[in-house]
């Protein structure tokens, strides 16, 4: 029943590694915003405002870009500091198409972009002109190792080092659940096939005890996920509550395993609550996986890859991520599963002298 | 029934912070420096409710002591 | 006497119908039910202006209709005859019948639900409506009402505190098939091709096909004793 000291060295290291990595690994530098509203043939004077970015400490090659085949030079008249620049550029009368982006090289940062930022007036459109030479990709040591710039999410994509972890967590309890509950069913069916023999109590309170306690310690990571989720939604959908098929499945797992408590909290006969509790325990967390992995891939939805991995396979390609995000949900897993562990033995001592 | 009464304490503890955290100032306030503070306000969630979880099992412990202490 | 299956649940829902025609006011008092429930709905709505509304309606009625129509799934000392029965048969001849048995009464509560929004609300929000659709969504809705309910209705009669579990056992459990529902009944009312219902009605078919295998592993368990 205890657990390996090396478990928790390894929780408590991951954690803290997590803790540390999680706050302080940079965000890709990026283009904020610019000042320009509109642009039509002639001069236009403008400011760039870059985020992250270090502008002073490079040489800056800025181009306005027109469907990745026509590239207009602007000049750069003054590098305010690293994250404002004042530029100017002058636009021809015939241009490939409507969408624009400004590109800015730099040695520090490498590539950043803006995408079309500003209404495009009096242009005639030319589909036939074409550059000979366009802007190149370039890789700067400053996004190196660093989380991905999105423009609403920012700096918050931190929160899926604590967002995400939560639900896995939950996850791998609620499974630790599952399994019980069918070890409960299984073991009491074969000690009690013969009608009135009773079933052993000893063989089966253990493992209604791990499922009990498995799923109360996936509540509270079920209910610090809602809330995180809760939070986040708010600075980046704009609203506490949204629509989101994951976020409404998620209350609803919630409902479904309050009942699975009631259900415990209400039936007095203990062999009769085994019994009930775990066959009740089997549809939750059936229900589970439908309500949090099959539901939301058939429902359009505000979080990110919502036909694949219907929790994060956006951000699943970056490998900056992804060496927080794994150690991340390991170490909220061993947490959990510790949690689990200290709660299942105090249970056992008070059963045992329960009975004394 | 305690674990449910506990789930309830959060969510009202939940609702009381969304209704707290309405003000504009505070909307500006999170929304500066890139958002940073979201982060921070989500981590401090998550290790709240972690010690709120650690604490409850701490007070269990404690319950079971005395009741041992008493039994001898 | 060695039955089959097959044969042992033809039996069991003979024995079902004939105990229900010998009690038609139960149907009656369910209907009732549904009419109140209607009534108070249309009294309660000036009207209602989109499709949205009235397919969300239709099965939020539906829903506290099937939960009624659960007392006897509940309560079965009604009928002595069939209790005897059922400590005979095998545990999943009698959950096959029961949720079969349910699955038609809570489709013809259903299909009196449409017929009384047909004469309280009128059709003219469905003018676009795709009938087959509605039907199909109809019986999916059903049949997943009455396997899941059945199933939990058994499990709370053995808490003995069948009827105040009942729902709150019972709601959780249904939100998927009800989200489900209402989605594929308003676009249904929207009037899109069976193609573009296509998740929706693979979805119902999903949800109605787990609730019966988890309904029929999981119940002999239930069951001995």
């Known amino acids: ?356 | 029934m305690k674990t449910f009464k506990h789930s309830l304490f959060f969510i009202a503890l939940m609702f009381c912070t969304f209704t707290a955290k309405a003000s504009d100032g505070m909307e500006e306030y999170f929304y500066s420096s890139g958002k940073i503070k979201v982060v921070v306000a989500v981590s401090a969630v998550v290790m709240i409710g972690l010690l709120y979880a650690v604490i409850r099992v701490d007070r269990r412990v404690s319950k079971l002591e005395k009741k041992l202490n008493s039994n001898k | 006497m060695a039955l089959s299956l097959f044969s042992e649940i033809r039996l069991l829902l003979g024995k079902e119908w004939k105990s229900e025609f010998r009690r038609k006011d139960h149907f009656a008092a369910l209907v009732i039910y549904l009419l109140s429930t209607l009534f108070i709905c249309y009294l309660s709505f000036e009207k209602v202006a989109d499709g949205q509304t009235w397919g969300a309606l239709l099965w939020v009625t539906g829903l506290f209709t099937s939960f009624n129509a659960m007392h006897k799934a509940l309560d079965s000392s009604h009928h002595p005859q069939l209790l005897h029965l059922y400590t005979l048969a095998r545990p999943t001849a009698v959950i096959i019948s029961r949720c079969i048995y349910h699955a038609i009464q809570i489709a013809a509560l259903n299909v009196c639900s449409l017929l009384l929004f047909l004469l309280f609300f009128g059709d003219s929000v469905l003018g676009k409506l795709d009938w087959g659709q509605l039907i199909t969504g109809l019986v999916l809705g059903s049949t997943g009402l009455g396997i899941t309910l059945t199933f939990v209705a058994s499990l709370a009669q053995r808490t003995g505190n069948g009827v105040g579990l009942m729902a709150i056992l019972g709601f959780p459990l249904v939100i998927p098939l009800l989200i489900t529902i209402v989605k594929f009944t308003r676009l249904a009312i929207e009037g899109v091709t069976w193609a573009s219902n296509g998740y929706q009605l693979m979805l119902l078919v999903v949800l109605n096909v787990l609730a019966m295998v988890l309904a029929y592993l999981l119940f002999p368990y239930l069951w001995r004793e």
């Not at chain 1, 000893?202 to 809330?227: E, Y």
């Not at chain 1, 039936?267 to 009769?272: K, L």
Request: proline content about 5%.
């Open chain 1, 1 to 356: 029943m205890k657990m390996h000291f090396g478990f928790k060295i390894l929780c408590a290291l991951l954690l803290m590694y997590v803790a540390i990595f999680a706050f302080l690994t940079p965000l890709s530098p990026a283009l904020l915003q610019t000042d320009l509203s509109e642009i039509k043939p002639g001069e236009h004077s403008f400011t760039l405002t870059g985020y992250n970015t270090h502008f002073a400490e490079g040489n800056n090659a800025l181009f306005l870009i027109n469907d990745s085949t026509l590239s207009i030079p602007c000049t750069i008249t003054e590098v305010m500091d690293n994250s404002h620049v004042r530029a100017s550029v002058t636009m021809p009368n015939e241009i490939h198409s409507k969408a624009f982006a400004f590109v800015l090289n730099n040695q520090v940062d490498g590539t950043v972009f803006l995408e079309s930022p500003m209404k495009v007036t009096d242009f005639t459109v030319n589909a036939e002109l074409q550059s000979s030479q366009m802007p190149k990709f370039q890789h700067g040591e400053a996004s190196f190792f660093s989380y991905p710039y999105q423009p609403i999410i920012m700096e918050s994509i931190r929160n899926l080092m604590w967002h995400v972890p939560m639900w896995f967590t939950m996850f791998f309890l609620m499974i630790i659940s599952l399994v019980q509950s069918i070890t409960v069913l299984v073991k009491g069916q074969r000690d009690g096939d013969q009608t009135i023999v009773a079933i052993n109590p000893a063989l089966i309170r253990p493992h209604d005890n791990k499922a009990a306690m498995s799923a109360a310690v996936g509540m509270v990571f079920c209910i610090l996920g809602l809330v995180t989720g809760s939070i986040w939604a708010r600075f980046t959908w704009d609203a506490w509550w949204t629509k989101d098929p994951q976020l409404n499945g998620a209350l609803a797992v919630f409902i479904v395993y309050s009942a699975y408590f009631i259900l415990r909290n209400s039936i007095q006969q203990e062999e009769n609550k085994w019994k009930l509790a775990a066959i009740y325990n089997i549809f939750a967390c059936i229900l589970m996986f439908v309500l949090l992995m099959v539901l939301p891939r058939f429902t359009e939805g505000l979080h990110p890859g919502k036909s694949g991995n219907p929790a994060f396979s956006q951000y699943d390609l970056d490998s900056s991520l992804r060496t927080i995000f794994y150690p991340a949900t390991i170490g909220f897993i061993l947490l959990g599963y510790w949690i689990y562990n200290i709660r299942l033995r105090i249970l056992k001592i008070e059963q045992d002298h329960e009975n004394l």
